[in-house]
C-alpha cells in the first residue's frame, strides 16, 4: 500500500534548486534510507513531508488520516526532567487526561530497554540512552509513518547498531524514512535511495 506520494516536489533557496521535481512513492511497512551529499536536501526534503516548511512545486499525498513522527537529529529533550516526565508531556499532549499513562510508558520504555532510566534525568544519561528515549517519546504516538534525521550520528559503533536493532523492531510494519550520511549498519532490508542534484534516486 502507498502510504506517502511525492509529486513533482520542488525547493529552491537563494536561487539554488535543492529538490527538482522529485516524484517517489513510498509504501506501508518499508525501511527507506536517503543517503546524500551534506546541502543536498535530505533534511529539506523530510521538513517538507512533515510540513514544517512548504515546497515550491508539487505536493505530498498522504493516504488516509495517518500519524507521522519526526526524530530529530538533535535530542529535543528536557534535560532537566527526568525519562518519564518527557514522555509524560508527549503523552498528555495526545491524552489530556492522561488516563493510562503509566502502563504506556513502560511498555514502551522495555521495548527500548529503558525501563531502568525511567527516573533518570536525561542530563544523567549517555548519547546512546539519550537517543533510545527519544525513540520512545516518538513511539508513545503509536505513529504510522516516522522520520529519522541522523538517527545514528554521534554515536560508536556499538550504539549505532543497538539504535538501529531497536528501530527495526519496535517500528516494524510502520512506513519509516531515514535520511543518512552513513555508509554502514544500515537496516539490511531497507530500501535504499540518494539525492544526487536535486533528484530522488535508488542506489
Same mark, same amino acid.
Given at each position: 500500500?502507498?502510504?506517502? #506520494? ?9 536561487? !539554488? ?72 508531556? !508527549? ?7 492522561? *488516563?493510562?499513562?503509566?502502563?504506556? *510508558? ?8 529503558? %525501563? ?13 540512552? !539519550?537517543?533510545?528515549?527519544?525513540? *520512545? ?23 549505532? !547498531? ?11 510494519? #510502520? ?15 531497507? %530500501? ?12
Amino acid at each position: 500500500m502507498i502510504m506517502l #506520494k511525492l509529486t513533482n516536489v520542488t525547493k529552491n533557496f537563494n536561487g !539554488k534548486k535543492v529538490l527538482n521535481h522529485v516524484h517517489f512513492e513510498f509504501k506501508d511497512g518499508n525501511i527507506y534510507v536517503i543517503r546524500g551529499e551534506s546541502g543536498s536536501g535530505k533534511t529539506t526534503l523530510l521538513n517538507i513531508i512533515v510540513g514544517y516548511i512548504h515546497a515550491d512545486e508539487g505536493e505530498v499525498e498522504r493516504a488516509g488520516d495517518l500519524k507521522i513522527e519526526y526524530l530529530f537529529q538533535d535530542d529535543m529533550l528536557f534535560s532537566n526532567l527526568t525519562v518519564q516526565e518527557n514522555l509524560y508531556i !508527549k503523552y498528555a499532549v495526545l491524552h489530556p487526561d492522561a *488516563a493510562g499513562f503509566e502502563k504506556t *510508558a513502560h511498555d514502551v520504555l522495555r521495548s527500548f530497554h529503558i %525501563i531502568d532510566l525511567i527516573d533518570r534525568k536525561v542530563s544523567m544519561l549517555s548519547g546512546g540512552e !539519550k537517543r533510545r528515549v527519544q525513540l *520512545a517519546n516518538v513511539f508513545m504516538s503509536n505513529p504510522d509513518i516516522v522520520l529519522m534525521d541522523e538517527p545514528t550520528s554521534k554515536l560508536d559503533a556499538k550504539n549505532r !547498531k543497538s539504535i538501529l536493532d531497536a528501530i527495526t523492531h519496535a517500528f516494524r510494519n #510502520k512506513l519509516i524514512i531515514i535520511v543518512s550520511h552513513e555508509n554502514d549498519q544500515m537496516p539490511s532490508n531497507s %530500501i535504499h535511495l540518494k539525492l544526487v542534484n536535486g533528484s530522488l534516486q535508488y542506489e
